[in-house]
C-alpha cells in the first residue's frame, strides 16, 4: 500500500535553461530555500497567485514580462 502523502503529492520534471539553474542556485545560498526546485515552486505559485488576483489583460501582460524576465517564459 502507497503511503498517503505519495498519493496526494504528484511530482513533474520541468526544464530550464542551465544558465539561469546556475544564478538562482546562487541566489538561494544562505536561504531557508533547500533546492533549487523548492525555489522555483514559491516563485511559480506567488505568480499564479498574483495572476488570479490581477484582472485585466494588460495587468496579466505586465505579470508574464516579470516571468518572461526572470526566464521563465519564452
Known amino acids: 500500500m502507497k503511503d ?5 503529492r504528484k511530482y513533474t520534471t520541468i526544464t ?3 544558465p539561469l539553474f546556475g544564478k538562482i542556485k546562487e541566489r538561494i545560498k544562505d ?3 533547500s533546492s533549487v526546485s523548492d525555489y522555483v515552486t514559491y ?11 490581477v484582472g485585466t489583460k494588460k495587468e ?5 514580462e516579470k ?3 526572470l526566464g ?3
Open 16 to 18: 530550464i535553461p542551465a
Open 31 to 33: 536561504t531557508g530555500f
Open 60 to 64: 496579466r501582460s505586465g505579470v508574464i
Open 67 to 69: 516571468l518572461r524576465a
Open 43 to 53: 516563485v511559480l505559485r506567488e505568480t499564479m497567485a498574483e495572476m488570479s488576483m
Open 72 to 74: 521563465y517564459t519564452d
Open 4 to 8: 498517503e502523502k505519495s498519493q496526494k
